[in-house]
């Protein structure tokens, strides 16, 4: 477990613990020991920068968003086979992009030792190591989801929290047939990326016609076309409606409501090919009774139900297929 040593466990406080044998919490269940990792089906860990949105001149704040997340998420009820480890974060290094390579390098172990992954960034340029460490770990092509206010494909030089996917595109890691930007704000958008996206045979769905289709549905019928082994769920709190989540980067008054932003993280956690699921730009520093993070936890929640309620129906069916 050497590849353990380059992170920090994150804050014993916020494993909440009530107490309460007939009420237990996740905080009360969730894996921290080294040595319990082998047993443990998800993994969480935390990216805690935000130097991709200073770059990007975007609010500060988003550097504190895991440990604000896990304050949240380990105060909900438990979940009935769940085995959650908590990896704490990735320690930062002198450099935006030293830090991306740690990364990328932690999560590539952990998803070649099996694990589905649950990252809590940080700034959205998280996607670029998240996604190029899945795509580097699968055979064959990853189906990537940018559920996002913003298309984050700039230009920019040098890299930050609005060009991961141009990066991922540029360099092989995405292919544009299996990638997809969902609920994008027209108005946040130059036309120079929609052209750009449109040159690469990315789609792109916007607001309103996620709204009109469905978010679920629209999600589903997209995962039914791909025949990909493996799917990456890039998720930026600014996709929801500053109503619902005002502590982000780059806030919108308009956007997904906090039931859609749940709804994803259910489907997610359904699918069986999903091996990474990121929440990223929450900025707890602007939030409002932990309205943001609530919601952010209560998305991760539904994920992990969802997914181990899927793990659970999975060995069921492979061991009746055995005693057949």
Not at 30 to 45: D, G, M, N, S, W
Not at 66 to 76: D, E, G, T
Request: glycine fraction near 8%.
């Amino acid at each position: 477990m050497a590849y353990f040593s380059p992170r920090t466990a994150a804050d014993p406080a916020v494993f909440f613990k009530r107490g309460d044998p007939n009420d237990v919490r996740l905080g009360e269940t969730v894996f921290t020991a080294p040595e319990r990792y082998a047993e443990a089906e998800i993994v969480l860990l935390g990216l805690p920068q935000d130097e991709g949105v200073a770059r990007n001149k975007g609010r500060l704040g988003a550097k504190d968003a895991p440990n604000a997340i896990r304050r949240c998420l380990y105060k909900y009820v438990s979940i009935e086979g769940l085995r959650l480890f908590d990896a704490g974060d990735t320690r930062l290094q002198g450099t935006l992009e030293a830090t991306h390579a740690l990364h990328r390098d932690l999560v590539r172990q952990m998803l070649r030792d099996g694990k589905c992954l649950i990252v809590l960034g940080g700034g959205n340029d998280t996607s670029y190591p998240d996604c190029s460490a899945l795509a580097l770990e699968t055979e064959g092509a990853v189906l990537a989801f940018n559920v996002d206010a913003h298309f984050d494909v700039r230009a920019d030089v040098p890299p930050n929290s609005g060009t991961p996917y141009r990066q991922l595109l540029e360099e092989g890691f995405l292919q544009p047939s299996h990638f997809y930007e969902i609920a994008y704000q027209p108005f946040a958008n130059a036309p120079t990326y929609q052209r750009y996206l449109a040159h690469k045979g990315v789609r792109a769905y916007d607001l309103a016609a996620v709204h009109e289709i469905g978010v679920a549905a629209l999600l589903r019928d997209l995962l039914s076309r791909s025949a990909a082994s493996a799917v990456f769920w890039g998720l930026d709190m600014d996709v929801v409606r500053a109503a619902d989540a005002p502590a982000v980067s780059a806030p919108n008054p308009t956007g997904l409501t906090g039931e859609e932003f749940c709804q994803i993280g259910q489907l997610a956690g359904r699918e069986g090919r999903t091996r990474l699921f990121e929440i990223s730009e929450v900025n707890p520093h602007y939030d409002i009774d932990d309205r943001t993070c609530r919601l952010a936890a209560a998305a991760i929640w539904h994920f992990l139900a969802a997914h181990t309620h899927f793990l659970r129906g999975r060995k069921t069916h492979d061991a009746a297929g055995s005693e057949d």
